[in-house]
């Protein structure tokens, strides 16, 4: 409980430097407050709130499930069960996803659980960067969205590419490591109520997790709010520009895995099927309130190379599909 009222204290001071900074900014008129720019701070507003509206009830399944990790799990399984053939137990690391129905902002805690009971970073890695595919949800609202458009095979390409990527970019960066976390410096009572304690540790991670979450909601609806998405869109409109365009706008739309295919939906007829893909695969691995939240987990100078790895791959993968008409 004293690092949750850490946390909200350090919010709370942040919240109120902020709210000063621009009241000093506004009342010394070194910004003009016009109508346009009321009417792009009332759209920053409902960007950010439905951001967090969307995000909120996955990180609070995926606190809950990482909780349920932390506490259930036995490491001993996951030492000498699943990590006794360590490739293998990446690939087991991306499907995990498939029982666990959360998005990015719930596979994150989660991951890092994992991690803590005895898998590797790597199999935790590929979780975080799979699951927000590979679940039951997705797969549903994938299939409804574009099988009567493109068929099954573009389903079941946007699970094979994800996997894919994930199961690479974990063997790739073999060295990766956990950062410093909550549950590390706890001390747990044996003979607390199963049930309070499942509860207190997702509401450490909840409280962990949401701070990062808040820092990349606000950067998204910063920019959507102020960088119109029709930019993104005319770049897309090139064909040599479409891949890495519609790339760029799933990260700063940042748009839940579970709703994504029917926003993916509205570009179907002006982008081409291999643009339509990468936005699919890459905004759920990387977006901007996912990349706070693995930098919480991985630290920064991996997270950076992390996503330039990742960008690169799906890239490259989007557009060799599309050039052999695979999609």
Same mark, same amino acid.
């Given at each position: 409980m004293a690092v949750i009222m850490q946390y909200l204290r350090t919010t709370a001071a942040t919240a109120v430097m902020c709210g000063a900074i621009a009241i000093v900014i506004i009342s010394n008129g070194w910004i003009v407050v016009d109508d /346009?720019?009321? %009417?792009?701070?009332e759209l920053f507003v409902s960007i950010?709130? &439905?951001?967090?509206?969307e995000a909120i009830p996955f990180l609070t399944a995926g606190s809950l499930v990482a909780a349920g990790i932390h506490l259930f799990m036995s490491p001993v399984?996951?030492?000498q069960r699943l990590m006794r053939w360590p490739r293998l137990a990446v690939i087991a690391g991306s499907l995990m996803g498939m029982v666990f129905p959360v998005c990015e902002c719930g596979s994150i805690p989660a991951a890092r659980s994992l991690i803590q009971r005895g898998a590797s970073p790597q199999v935790g890695l590929a979780f975080a960067l799979a699951a927000p595919v590979v679940n039951p949800i997705v797969l549903i609202s994938t299939s409804v969205v574009f099988v009567a458009l493109w068929g099954w095979d573009f389903?079941?390409?946007?699970? &094979?590419?994800?996997?894919?990527? %994930?199961?690479?970019? %974990?063997?790739v960066f073999p060295r990766i490591q956990l950062q410093q976390? $909550?549950?590390q410096d706890h001390h747990h009572d044996h003979d607390e109520i199963p049930l309070l304690a499942w509860l207190r540790h997702a509401l450490v991670d909840w409280v962990d997790m949401a701070?990062?979450?808040v820092a990349g909601a606000l950067i998204a609806a910063l920019i959507q709010a102020f960088v $119109?998405? /029709?930019l993104f869109l005319e770049l897309a409109n090139q064909a040599w520009l479409a891949v890495p365009a519609m790339m760029l706008l799933a990260v700063v739309m940042s748009i839940c895995s579970t709703v994504d295919s029917f926003v993916a939906l509205s570009f179907a007829t002006t982008v081409s099927p291999a643009a339509v893909m990468a936005f699919l695969v890459f905004g759920p691995i990387i977006d901007l309130k996912s990349v706070p939240m693995l930098a919480a987990l991985f630290g920064w100078r991996h997270v950076l190379l992390l996503l330039v790895f990742v960008a690169a791959l799906t890239m490259v993968c989007t557009t060799l599909l599309?050039?052999?008409g695979w999609l």
């Open positions: /346009q720019w009321l %009417a792009r701070s950010f709130l &439905g951001i967090m509206y399984w996951l030492t389903v079941f390409w946007r699970f &094979g590419l994800t996997i894919l990527i %994930a199961v690479t970019t %974990a063997y976390t $909550p549950h701070r990062y979450l $119109p998405n /029709q599309g050039g052999l």
